[in-house]
């Protein structure tokens, strides 16, 4: 078990002497600004939001993290709507000029920039959600229970909804009128679960994916108290132990009174704002409108059909489906545990390999040789040599031969685990 540290209570308040002093410093205490999902997973510039004036902190009773935990282990609100901020600050390295995603091949074929309206464009859950990996978006939430749940990111001309209703699930596009249908997977006991994409855009999700990571790896205390979307809440502080990881901190706040994490935010060990900061802005615990979760394909939308629990099947135009060439995870091994996980495997499409004449110097290093060097840095070991390629959070190894190390982790500790 993780070693729960004293609980550290908040802040008294001023006697009534004080009464008006106190309210004239409250008036001016800083608002923190409430952020942003991820689950990893986007905004821009909202920061950390760890520093909250004390004078605006609700006064609560105390509680030691141990309780909290079980309070938090305990919550059931199946029901649910509001509004989530999320931000994701990864630092990802920009493509060299002259280079463009686009010119990458795609399922086979390159992408042409005049090709028509929204050619190339995937529009399915898996693709559209990666987009929460870097800046600041807003999404709508709502659930009932474990067959109905919406998910909407709200841009400023358009917005895109996942709704699952039963096993129904559709997502949708208004910027291309694109929709894509799918039946919700089964679970291990034959019922219909829940998308994934439905599953990881929340405090909630994010909070329960770091909470099975803590172990004696991990320090755990409760450090003072917050309002968040206008609820009172605990805010729970993880801080891994390892001197291996990136990861510096994960501060949760908790709702006081039905336990639900209200806001997740994970902080580097390099410091600076925020890796990733998801919250709630607007919550509501009733029961939403039944027509939530209805959806009908508009007239003149482009329907996409998946095959039977999510496999890529074809589009009413006979293409191929959109999941088609996604890389396949099966072979992936993971080494260490807790904070200091490593995924090891084989680089897709055999990326890596051929890279060698690049690290020696070489200059039939090749375009891929080329775009290794600009982005990551050249390393050797034991296993012969390859490119790190780092972010604030999560840093990669790719060998020239092919395998592909990553984790939260320093690069030492990938070379390490790839020496082994």
């Known amino acids: ?96 000029s002259g280079l463009s ?26 693709a559209k959600l990666t987009e ?33 209703n039963g096993d129904q699930v559709w997502a949708y596009d208004s910027k291309s009128n694109t929709v894509h249908h799918s039946t919700a997977p089964k679970d291990a006991h034959g019922g219909k679960e829940a998308p994934q994409e439905l599953r990881g855009a929340s405090p909630q999700e994010l909070a329960k994916k770091t909470l099975a990571a803590v172990d004696d790896s991990t320090s755990v205390t409760v450090d003072g108290t917050a309002k968040v ?10 801080k891994p132990k390892a001197a291996e990881t990136t990861v510096g901190a994960v501060r949760i706040a908790v709702d006081a009174k039905n336990g639900v994490p209200l806001k997740f935010t994970l902080s580097p060990k390099g410091g600076g704002k925020a890796v990733v900061d998801a919250a709630f802005t607007k919550v509501d615990f009733g029961k939403p409108a039944a027509d939530t979760f209805d959806f009908k394909p508009p007239k003149g939308a482009k329907v996409t059909e998946d095959k039977v629990d999510g496999k ?27 904070w200091t996980s490593i995924a090891e495997l084989k680089a897709p499409g055999g990326v890596g390999s051929g890279a060698g004449a690049g690290a020696k110097g070489g200059k039939d290093a090749g375009p891929a040789g080329a775009l290794l ?5 050249k390393v050797s070991g ?8 780092s972010t604030r959070l999560v840093n990669a190894l790719v060998t020239d031969d092919g395998k592909v190390y990553v984790g939260a982790v320093t690069k030492d500790a990938l070379i390490k685990a790839a020496s082994k």
């Open 1 to 96: 078990m993780a070693r729960i540290e004293p609980t550290h209570g908040t802040d008294g308040a001023a006697d009534a002497g004080e009464g008006a002093r106190r309210a004239r410093g409250r008036g001016k205490a800083v608002r923190y600004a409430v952020p942003v999902a991820v689950a990893g997973v986007a905004a821009a510039s909202i920061g950390i939001g760890t520093a909250l004036a004390s004078s605006g902190d609700p006064d609560l009773p105390k509680i030691s993290a141990q309780d909290l935990i079980a309070k938090m282990a305990k919550s059931d609100a199946q029901q649910l709507s509001g509004t989530v901020k999320v931000t994701t600050d990864l630092g990802l390295p920009s493509v060299p």
């Open 101 to 126: 995603l686009g010119d990458a091949p795609a399922g086979g074929k390159a992408g042409h920039g005049s090709g028509g309206k929204d050619a190339g464009a995937d529009t399915s859950p898996q």
């Open 132 to 164: 929460l990996a870097s800046g600041t978006h807003t999404l709508r939430v709502a659930a009932d229970g474990p067959d109905k749940q919406r998910l909407s990111i709200v841009e400023r001309a358009a917005e895109y909804s996942l709704i699952r």
């Open 229 to 238: 979307a206008g609820r009172d809440a605990y805010q729970l502080v993880l």
């Open 312 to 338: 890529a099947g074809k589009g009413h135009d006979g293409g191929p489906g959109k999941d088609a060439g996604a890389p396949d995870l099966s072979g992936m091994n993971v080494l260490g545990k807790s």
């Open 373 to 377: 060097d600009s982005l990551g840095s």
């Open 382 to 389: 034991s296993f012969g040599s390859g490119h790190v390629f």
